[in-house]
């Protein structure tokens, strides 16, 4: 049953859109903490009510991945998306608040970034070393941007889900946006240090499972992404961090090139401790609760 709130039509909270496709374990409540300057716009597919239904200003019930059910909003409700200059597009278990996602929004307009995320915050699950934070650093151009919590300038979006191929279910999908904007990204792409979020651990779930696993299966995803990446002649690349760019409220205290120095120092611990980290998950389930705390170190 789809709803579409009047607000929706009457621009409440102007420019901004956060897109989510939620379940029934979402933490889409932590987005709504404190003042908001984005609509939320929700996919449910859950098999009960959407939790949230009340205080986002667009939902429809619907199942299915994140961005095959964008590229339906896309398909079926063009006009209630043009006036979006930006798009957060964003898993539902994300933790983040509503202040950190507006000043996201804020750094994408005064930087004219296509594409940014905030880095994760290592008490949580890091898929990929690049995205984790690093201490001391405002932000950090890349060549990768995980699809968990995407960050596009519309009209970049607007590119992608004209070529995207809604078989393809999380799996690749970050290495194919980042593709569809082209060779000349330098100074387009960051990711975000200033801000943080929390990608919660699996083993924190009910049932201890992604339900991304619900709607297809790790094998068909994973087949899916290689028919997709040959057919479009997709190019993967590996992870870069083309400059950075040090916390500018420090660097007014420490000189820059003490901040750069700091950075590359906390670069090398974070491997090491993320080295021990991901040891420690591996371990989990074999020696017991007792290593929890480490499991969740703050670096």
């Not at 098999?47 to 939902?59: G, L, M, S, Y």
Request: with cysteine; charged share 25%.
């Amino acid at each position: 049953m789809e709803q579409i709130p009047k607000s929706i039509t009457s621009g409440r909270k102007g420019k901004y859109l956060v897109f989510t496709s939620a379940g029934d374990n979402n933490n889409v409540s932590e987005w709504l903490i404190g003042p908001r300057e984005f609509d939320i716009w929700a996919c449910y597919y859950g098999d009960t009510v959407f939790n949230c239904a009340e205080h986002v200003e667009f939902h429809v019930s619907k199942k299915g991945g994140k961005f095959p059910n964008l590229q339906y909003i896309y398909q079926h409700y063009q006009k209630q998306l043009e006036k979006y200059e930006a798009v957060f597009v964003l898993d539902d278990d994300i933790i983040i608040s509503a202040t950190d996602i507006n000043r996201l929004f804020e750094i994408r307009e005064q930087h004219d970034l296509w594409l940014l995320q905030p880095a994760f915050n290592p008490r949580g699950k890091i898929s990929h070393p690049i995205t984790e934070r690093i201490p001391f650093c405002f932000m950090r151009y890349t060549n990768f941007i995980e699809n968990g919590c995407a960050l596009f300038r519309k009209d970049k979006l607007d590119d992608f889900m004209d070529v995207f191929d809604s078989t393809l279910v999380g799996y690749g999908t970050d290495y194919w946006f980042i593709d569809s904007l082209g060779p000349d990204i330098v100074g387009k792409v960051a990711i975000i240090d200033e801000v943080t979020c929390i990608n919660p651990y699996d083993h924190t779930k009910d049932g201890g499972k992604r339900e991304i696993e619900l709607l297809q299966e790790n094998a068909m995803r994973a087949r899916n992404w290689e028919i997709i990446k040959e057919k479009h002649n997709i190019q993967v690349q590996s992870h870069i961090e083309f400059s950075l760019i040090p916390s500018l409220l420090k660097a007014n205290v420490v000189s820059k090139g003490v901040m750069i120095w700091l950075i590359k120092f906390n670069h090398k611990s974070i491997r090491l401790i993320r080295f021990y980290r991901q040891w420690l998950i591996r371990n989990y389930y074999k020696y017991g609760g007792a290593v929890k705390r480490l499991i969740y170190y703050r670096s």
